[in-house]
Each structure stands twice: as structure tokens, then as C-alpha cells.
């Protein structure tokens, strides 16, 4: 297990550092971001002044190992629109999008679990045919139509729930069901295909023989190892949401990281879609980690190959 | 058809077969064939998607007392014709799908084909590049590569391209590795066939079915990324017609208009549902044993 750790933990560190360089570099596409950054009509000379304040004139990988350098000492550098470190501005988005990422995943889980297990215990029935329907359906439904779906019938409708800002928790409901509803199929068909070979293991047998009531059998005896891996999906859903948040985050102006990263795009600031781009990169790594390890620890076939 | 001739058919015909009698396919396969003819002829028989009329803003579909039939799905806030649009943004949509899945479907398969024939090193160094790939958040990464290049339809072809190859490797990779160590490998590079030839006329026609699932899936994937880069107005660019446009020209219509932003949405859904249930059609045939 060991071996094991250390070696996704190395592997975990290199995709790190390759994804620095693919977000440094995307944003170093065009070749020099200073004309962006001075906007239309700035003058030559202001242009090769931006140029020379942030170092652009500089060969590229000099400007690479720079920053990285900068950010390994805790410096993300600044952000030339809000005019504030780029840490701070992280610091006051970041945790609008954690609230939202993890009741997203609260809502997905309170969906997919109870509905994958019916499925499975009720395969091919009716009930089991609605649910994977409604999976193929929602995957065709698109997250931005989906919110103002949302908003059109319980923000105008019916005046039930805030439609846009983050004030209160009330303020996360919709854009939470919006970006959980795009987890829950997968997590509902692991879960569905976990019950349906549980229920046909020994233990889960031996329960039933002893003639444990059969909420007990399936919530404490076969759920228990069917959840394992719907919990480490979860964790990967989780980053895959962090990265979808943007169109959510849009349409109900919520100030999280998808947001900012939207505004720092159409504003050309490239200190602060770099750090994002690293820092999702960087969680989203950190979860894969996270649900491999629990993968390996339930099976180990995994540790070994 | 009695169950002794369904055992002597062809594993072709057999899925032929099963395929045919699938409601999804039927359905599936009508509606994107629909989808096309309109995006094909379509323009023909429509007024002009771009031409505005101030004079004519903001006028409600035909089934509206105020509608009319010269413009029966009425006209959106600069006077455009809604029909005209909707057709126009079929064309896109299924513009961006296709040619996306050219792109991603090549390196995709070329990558996980590498990787499972040869397995060791090649396998490893690709198995990392999907990792790399997967780490990366789509939407955000194309943002902002169309926000640094420029947006044209070839620039979102190959963005989105060259973002949505991993499902494409990860399924050649195990189908390759399967086939690797089978008998009519074996046997073709015994009597000397060449790695090239060996991938190209012995493995690849055997993986196609699992591929043509993997293409109609990343299809669908492509047409809703297209849709989401275009509402963030950072897609398709305007005067051109796409879905996702249209819905974020709308946005602020939904009180009052709700009609603007539902056409085009529901020509999306429809769209995108319909390749999904080919999809899960052919997914059933293709894989049989994993009907659940």
C-alpha cells in the first residue's frame, strides 16, 4: 500500500507540474497578452510599458519558471484590473464555490443513492426504466437551460426561491440542484449495478436468512459495500463540478471562482485565469488521488498492478 | 423469428437485427436525420438568418394572437427571422458536432490504439497525457483559449477537438488490448505483416463498434459544449446562428418572452436526446453483455 501511495503521489506531482505549464502556456497563446491588457487605443508606448512591467519581453520559459517560481513561495502574483494580490481575490471567491461544489454533491447524492437503489432492487421494472430515463434525459438537457428553467419556474413562477447573488443559503438551492443534477446519473448507475451484485453476495444471504428485516438487509448489510465506490466517484464528481461551475456560476451571478474566471477572461487578466486554472487543476488532482486510494483500499488488485 | 435461427445468423447480422427492432434507434436515428435535412435544405425555404428588421422586433410565434406566418416562429430582438435562426443553428450545431469528432476521434483513437498495442513505456506516457487531459477543466480551458485566439467556427472546431479525445483513447486503449494477443494477430504478424498493417486492417475494423459509441456519445458532448461556449459569448460568434446564441441573446427575455429562449432550447434538447438514444441503440448492440 505503501508503494502504492507514493507512486500516485508522484504521479499526482508530475500532472501537476504539467498542467502549470499547459495553463501558463494557454494563456501565452497569442504571444504576448500585453496588447490585450492595454486594451483598444492604448498607445505603442503604453503597450511596451505593460510589456516591460510584466516581464513579456522576456523569453517565454524565463517567464514560466518566474511565476512557477513565485508561486512555490506563496505568490500568485496580481491581478491588473482589481488592482489586488491575486491571493486575496482567490480568498474571497474561493469559498462561494466551495458552498457550492459540495451541497451540488449533497443534492446529487440525496438524488442518485435512494434512486439507484430502487433501481437496483426493482430491476427491470418500471421504476428502474424511469430512473435510467430520467438519466438519459437529463444528460440531453444543457446546465445553462436547465437554470433558467429553474429560474422561469420557481424564481418567477411560483416566487418560491432568490434567483441571483449568494446572500443567503436559500441562494444555493438552484444552482446546486442545476450542477448536482449533472452528477447524479453516474453516481445512480454505480450505485444501481453496486445493489445488484451485492444482493446476490453470501453475506447479504446470510442476512436475509436470519430473517433481518429487509430495510436492515439492504441499508446496513448490502449498502455498506455498495457505497465504497459511489463515494469515490463522488470525489471525482466533485472536481468535474468545481470545473463546471462557470456556467452555473454565470447565470445566477454567483461570486465564486467561475465567475471570476469568466470576468478575468473578458478583462484579460491573466494573473488571475492562471492561478484558476492551476488551482482547479490542483483540487481536481488532489480528488482523483483521493478516490484512488479509497478505490485501492477496498481492492487489492489495484495496489498490486 | 424462432430462437434456433437468431443462434445460426451472423454476429452482423445478428446486431443488425437486434438494432433494427430497437425503438431507441428508430427514434434516435429519425430525429437526427430530420435534424440534418433541415440543416441541409433547409436554408432554401427560409428568409434570411441575419437580415434585421427594427420594424418587426420582438413578434410572437404564429400561435400567438399577435403572430403571423411570415415569420411563424416570430423574430427576436433586432427583427431576425426565428425560423430562419433555428435552421441556421441546426446547421452549426451539426457542423461543430461532426467535424469535432473527426478531430477528437483521430487522436483519440491513434493514442489509445498506441497505447494498447504496444503497452510498456507508449502505454504508460498516454495513460499520463489522459490524466493531464482530465485534470483540465473543459469549458474553462476553451474559454480561454477562444478568448486568446479568436473565435471562428475553425478555432471552436479544434478546441473543442483536441479537449474531448480522452473517452475516444481510454476505449481503443482496452479494446486494443484484448485484441492484441489474439489468434489472428498472432498469426498476421507471423507470416510478416507490418505494425501499420497490423493496426489498420486487423485491429481497427474489429474495435469500430465500440468507436461508433464512443463518437455518437462524444457527438452529443460536442453539440452541448458548443452550446455553453456560445451562451457565455464566447463561441459562436453573432451574427451567426447557434443555439446556445440564441438562448443567451434571449436571457433577459425570460419574463416576458419566454417563447425566445424556449424554441431554441427545445430544438437543442431534442437534438442532443436523440443522439443519445442512437447512442444507448447502438451501445445495446454493440455490447450486449453489458445490457443491464
Redesign the interface.
Known amino acids: 500500500m505503501l508503494r502504492f501511495l507514493a507512486r500516485r503521489l508522484l504521479v499526482t506531482l508530475l500532472v501537476i507540474a504539467c498542467t502549470s505549464v499547459l495553463a501558463f502556456s494557454l494563456v501565452h497563446l497569442s504571444g504576448d497578452p500585453a496588447a490585450a491588457m492595454a486594451g483598444e487605443g492604448a498607445s505603442p508606448a503604453d503597450v511596451e510599458s505593460i510589456r516591460r512591467l510584466y516581464g513579456f519581453d522576456q523569453p517565454i520559459h524565463t517567464q514560466y519558471f518566474a511565476w512557477i517560481g513565485k508561486i512555490l513561495t506563496g505568490d500568485f502574483g496580481r491581478s491588473f484590473y482589481l488592482r489586488q494580490s491575486v491571493i486575496t481575490v482567490l480568498a474571497e471567491h474561493a469559498p462561494v464555490t466551495a458552498k457550492l461544489g459540495l451541497s451540488a454533491l449533497v443534492f446529487a447524492l440525496l438524488l442518485s443513492i435512494p434512486l439507484g437503489i430502487l433501481a437496483g432492487l426493482h430491476r427491470d421494472t418500471a421504476l428502474d426504466r424511469f430512473a435510467l430515463g430520467l438519466a438519459v434525459a437529463g444528460q440531453a438537457l444543457p446546465s445553462f437551460l436547465f437554470a433558467l428553467l429553474l429560474i422561469y419556474i420557481f424564481g418567477v413562477q411560483l416566487r418560491w426561491l432568490p434567483i441571483s447573488g449568494s446572500a443567503t443559503w436559500l441562494h444555493f438551492v438552484l444552482p446546486s440542484v442545476t450542477l448536482g443534477y449533472y452528477a447524479a446519473p453516474a453516481l445512480m448507475r454505480l450505485t444501481r449495478s453496486g445493489m445488484i451484485d451485492v444482493m446476490q453476495s453470501d453475506h447479504v444471504r446470510t442476512a436475509r436468512a436470519y430473517g433481518l428485516p429487509a430495510w436492515r438487509v439492504v441499508l446496513l448489510h448490502a449498502l455498506r459495500s455498495a457505497i465504497i465506490p459511489v463515494v469515490s466517484l463522488a470525489a471525482v464528481q466533485l472536481g468535474f463540478m468545481l470545473g463546471g461551475s462557470i456556467v452555473v456560476e454565470t447565470v445566477f451571478s454567483l461570486k465564486g471562482l467561475g465567475l471570476l474566471a469568466w470576468q478575468s477572461i473578458q478583462r484579460s487578466d491573466i494573473e488571475v485565469i492562471q492561478a484558476i486554472l492551476l488551482l482547479i487543476a490542483l483540487i481536481y488532482a488532489l480528488l482523483t488521488l483521493l478516490a484512488d486510494l479509497l478505490n485501492a483500499l477496498i481492492d487489492p488488485r489495484i495496489r498490486i498492478s | 423469428m424462432t430462437a434456433a435461427t437468431l443462434t445460426t445468423m451472423s454476429p452482423r447480422r445478428l446486431a443488425l437485427h437486434r438494432l433494427l427492432r430497437h425503438g431507441s434507434f428508430w427514434f434516435g436515428g429519425g430525429a437526427i436525420l430530420l435534424i440534418l435535412l433541415v440543416a441541409l435544405v433547409g436554408p432554401l425555404f427560409t428568409l434570411d438568418p441575419v437580415a434585421q428588421n427594427l420594424g418587426a422586433r420582438l413578434v410572437p410565434p404564429v400561435w400567438d394572437v399577435r403572430g403571423s406566418w411570415a415569420h411563424p416562429l416570430g423574430t427576436d430582438q433586432l427583427g431576425r427571422d426565428l425560423l430562419a435562426r433555428l435552421v441556421d443553428g441546426a446547421r452549426i450545431s451539426m457542423f461543430i458536432g461532426i467535424a469535432t469528432v473527426l478531430v477528437s476521434g483521430l487522436i483519440g483513437t491513434a493514442m489509445g490504439m498506441a497505447a494498447g498495442y504496444f503497452g510498456g513505456r507508449v502505454d504508460l506516457v498516454i495513460n499520463?497525457l489522459i490524466?493531464?487531459r482530465?485534470?483540465?477543466?473543459?469549458?474553462?480551458?476553451a474559454?480561454?483559449?477562444v478568448?486568446?485566439?479568436g473565435s471562428s467556427l475553425s478555432v471552436l472546431v479544434v478546441v473543442i477537438g483536441l479537449l474531448l479525445w480522452d473517452r475516444f483513447a481510454v476505449v481503443t486503449r482496452s479494446a486494443t488490448q484484448r485484441l492484441a494477443h489474439s489468434d489472428f494477430v498472432i498469426a498476421a504478424r507471423a507470416i510478416g505483416s507490418s505494425t501499420p498493417r497490423i493496426l489498420l486492417v486487423e485491429i481497427l475494423p474489429n474495435i469500430v463498434g465500440p468507436l461508433i459509441v464512443v463518437a455518437t456519445v462524444e457527438v452529443?458532448h460536442a453539440v452541448?459544449l458548443e452550446?455553453?461556449l456560445s451562451?457565455?459569448g464566447?463561441g459562436v460568434k453573432p451574427p451567426l446562428a447557434s443555439w446556445?446564441l440564441m438562448?443567451?441573446e434571449s436571457?433577459n427575455q425570460?419574463?416576458f418572452r419566454?417563447w425566445l429562449?424556449a424554441i431554441p432550447?427545445v430544438a437543442?434538447?431534442t437534438l442532443?436526446?436523440a443522439i443519445?438514444?442512437l447512442g444507448?441503440a447502438l451501445r445495446d448492440v454493440v455490447a450486449p453483455e453489458g445490457r443491464?
Open positions: 499520463f490524466t493531464i482530465l485534470t483540465l477543466p473543459v469549458v474553462l480551458v474559454l480561454v483559449v478568448a486568446v485566439v452529443a452541448l452550446a455553453a451562451f457565455l464566447l446556445g438562448v443567451a436571457k425570460l419574463l419566454p429562449i432550447g437543442l434538447v442532443v436526446l443519445n438514444l444507448d443491464a
